[in-house]
Structures are given as structure tokens and as C-alpha cells.
């Protein structure tokens, strides 16, 4: 069975740092990653989808790598503002047809 | 460009009521599935279905029941209401399983049993 872990549950940083969210998935036979955004009460909104064949994605401030070998993600996100305070999770498709979820980052970026 | 549609969006119910969650989708998408979401678990897959007429168990489909009469529809029913079901369910579509694939979700429905 797929296991999803990500670090930290949770995350504080001042306005401006550059942070990176962490990853990791025991079975490295996946088809891709997937970041979500979720914002409270709200539902899950997708940021980034790598492919497993790809080692990154870039989108605006949000950068995503891939180490299929080594189990291991990573969302990077520079220059990080208050709007980007929400919970972020990862999400990798493999054998059984659905997404498998890690528990998710907490983050606050404070002004 | 209405995407995952949930209904209801909070509904409360007694134990041993029954219920369902309608999810349409609107983008032609073969595969939907049910999650939910609770407080330091994170989201578990109910049920979920690759095609119309079909349905599969997930990780937690105890309580649960499934149709998919239409494409565009997944049904989420609970016979009857339990206090451990109090929960935030989600739904999903996604078009193919490949590496193109990118699950969208529904804005969720909470669920409170009491």
C-alpha cells in the first residue's frame, strides 16, 4: 500500500522567506505527484502536476521536484506572502486507480 | 465552467438517518471518486469508479454505498447515519489514468451525525 508522508505538519515563516514543503512515498511506481492547495473550508485546489518521466514543474513562485527513485518531493515556494497561508498536500497516483494523500503542511506566513 | 459539483454543501442528520451526496462533473471525466477528510487523518478514498455503471471499494467503505447510473453523476449514500461519520466528504474526477492525470475536486460537503 502507498504511504504518504510529508514534513513538517506544520510551518511559520515570516513574509518574504523562500520555504520548501517535503514529500515522501514508499513505492516509487507512480504515474505522477500532484501539489493541492487547500484553503480552510474550502476544497482542494491543484497547483502543480509532475509527471512521472519529469524531474520538475514551475509554476509563477511555485516550484516542484520529483525523485521517483527516492521516494521524495518537494514544493519550493519563493518570496512567500500571507495570501500564501493555506495547507498544502501531495498526492501521488499510482496502482489502484486514486490518489493517495499525505496528511498535508500547515502554512502561515505571517506580515 | 462549473468543473466538480457537490450538493448539499452542510447538511446535519440524526443517527440512523439515511442520506445522499450527489457529485456531477462536467468535464467528461471517466473516473470519480468519494473521500473523506477528518481532522489529523487526512483524506481516505470511500469509493471510487472508472467508467459508468462501475464502482469499487476504496480504503474506508464501510457504511457506504455507490452509484453510477450516468457518466457525469456519482452518487454517495449512507443507509443509515453514524456519529463516525461525521466527516468532510470530498469528490473527484479525472479524465484518463496516465501521467496526464490531474484530479479535480468538488468544494466539499460537511457532514455532521449527531
Known amino acids: 500500500k502507498q504511504e504518504v508522508t510529508q514534513i513538517p505538519a506544520a510551518l511559520s515563516v515570516p513574509e518574504g522567506e523562500n520555504l520548501v514543503l517535503n514529500c515522501s512515498f514508499t513505492d516509487s511506481a507512480i504515474y505522477n505527484l500532484q501539489w493541492f492547495r487547500q484553503d480552510p473550508g474550502k476544497g482542494l485546489t491543484s497547483l502543480l502536476l509532475i509527471q512521472s518521466s519529469q524531474r520538475e514543474q514551475t509554476s509563477g513562485r511555485l516550484n516542484a521536484s520529483l525523485d521517483k527513485s527516492s521516494g521524495r518531493s518537494t514544493l519550493y515556494i519563493a518570496a512567500s506572502q500571507p495570501g500564501d497561508s493555506a495547507t498544502y498536500l501531495c498526492a501521488v497516483f499510482s496502482s489502484g486507480y486514486a490518489l493517495n494523500f499525505g496528511k498535508g503542511t500547515s502554512l502561515l506566513v505571517t506580515p | 465552467n462549473a468543473g466538480v459539483t457537490q450538493t448539499p454543501k452542510f447538511r446535519v442528520l440524526k443517527t440512523g438517518q439515511s442520506m445522499t451526496l450527489l457529485c456531477a462533473q462536467d468535464?467528461?471525466?471517466?473516473?470519480m471518486y468519494w473521500y473523506r477528510q477528518d481532522p489529523g487523518m487526512g483524506l481516505r478514498l470511500i469509493h471510487y469508479s472508472v467508467g459508468e455503471g462501475t464502482t469499487a471499494k476504496g480504503e474506508v467503505p464501510d457504511g457506504y454505498n455507490v452509484s453510477r447510473l450516468k457518466k457525469q453523476n456519482f452518487l454517495l449514500g449512507l443507509e443509515s447515519a453514524a456519529p463516525s461519520q461525521t466527516s468532510v466528504y470530498f469528490c473527484?474526477?479525472?479524465?484518463?489514468?496516465?501521467?496526464?492525470?490531474?484530479?479535480?475536486f468538488g468544494q466539499g460537503t460537511r457532514l455532521t451525525v449527531v
Open positions: 468535464m467528461n471525466h471517466e473516473y
Open positions: 473527484a474526477s479525472s479524465p484518463l489514468l496516465s501521467g496526464q492525470t490531474e484530479a479535480f
